[in-house]
């Protein structure tokens, strides 16, 4: 191995950075020569390439988002936008790909190593959904920011004594509202995963007020069945009956946005680095992950296609934690 190129792809993650710069001094210290691939798969395709040495990725380490960008690619999705792909990397003497991000992303990845390019994928999103690592790069940032709003809104809601719904990202993963809605003290959550009707939510924040509460929490992932539309409206219409008046506030893309935590800078480090490792010892197709506390490498084929589920032990939990 000469030369190596690495991209960020799909939604940009908190640590996607350090991911970059630890992948990039890494292979500069196997003697390798490394590129950096802008615009993700779609500037793979197209030869966006930027040489990458090690005061090229100085002081990006404490930065949200990715410095090589990332875009939409929709012709890389067939195989000729692969093997052009390809026919582009090894017209700039590159050897091997590193790829940071998501269900997407390895997807891409895995298919890039079925053509039979060495390819190794880093696990990142901040959804958490992807199976191979029990955390992923941007995790801890963006519960952390939802968090940081939680907490300032209750403050309001006890003020004015109302009940707050808050909007965490998660289209078809409830991991950050779930986790979010337990370390919040939130009175209910709404999770893809788990359906849940406006009159439960309701019903949950009618008991807390008989409880003695002055306030409630509500946290919504956006992919929820039941989302911030439909709650709101019914809070509406049955007002008098449930006793509190409901607020929203949706976070969106504000939880991207952050600058990583010391876990998610850590974590993007040991993995950016443990995946330039793996292909040195000649692995391909897999994704650099952490489960428990040992650095693995999932292969793509038990990774894409496939979301992880959320813990039973923590909704029930969360459950518990209402009383």
Not at 95 to 114: C, D, R, Y
Not at 293 to 321: F, Q
Request: aromatic share 4%; net charge neutral; glycine share 14%.
């Amino acid at each position: 191995m000469k030369r190596v190129a690495v991209l960020t792809s799909g939604g940009d993650a908190p640590g996607m950075n350090a991911a970059i710069r630890a992948v990039t001094r890494t292979a500069l210290h196997f003697g390798w020569s490394v590129v950096g691939v802008r615009q993700g798969y779609l500037g793979l395709m197209n030869g966006d390439y930027r040489p990458l040495e090690s005061r090229d990725v100085a002081g990006i380490i404490q930065s949200g988002g990715t410095m090589l960008g990332s875009a939409r690619a929709t012709e890389f999705k067939t195989e000729a936008g692969q093997m052009r792909a390809i026919d582009m990397m090894q017209q700039h003497g590159i050897e091997g790909l590193f790829v940071i991000g998501g269900n997407g992303s390895q997807t891409g990845a895995h298919a890039l190593h079925k053509h039979g390019f060495p390819v190794v994928g880093v696990a990142s999103t901040i959804d958490n959904d992807l199976i191979g690592s029990d955390v992923t790069i941007g995790v801890d940032t963006a519960l952390n920011i939802a968090l940081e709003a939680i907490d300032r809104l209750k403050v309001t809601a006890a003020s004015h004594e109302r009940a707050f719904l808050v909007e965490v990202m998660g289209r078809d993963c409830g991991y950050l509202a779930l986790m979010a809605g337990i370390a919040g003290g939130a009175e209910a959550i709404c999770i893809p995963e788990i359906e849940t009707k406006p009159e439960e939510i309701a019903q949950t924040l009618i008991d807390a007020k008989q409880r003695g509460k002055s306030h409630g929490l509500v946290v919504v992932a956006e992919g929820a069945k039941f989302g911030a539309p439909e709650l709101l409206a019914y809070f509406k219409e049955n007002k008098k009956q449930i006793g509190f008046d409901l607020r929203a506030t949706q976070l969106g893309h504000v939880q991207r946005g952050g600058a990583p935590t010391a876990f998610d800078r850590t974590l993007a480090t040991r993995l950016g680095s443990f995946a330039v490792k793996c292909m040195n010892e000649g692995k391909s197709g897999v994704v650099a992950g952490l489960i428990g506390s040992k650095l693995t490498a999932t292969p793509h084929t038990e990774v894409i296609g496939r979301t992880k589920s959320i813990s039973p032990e923590m909704y029930e939990l969360a459950g518990i934690m209402t009383m």
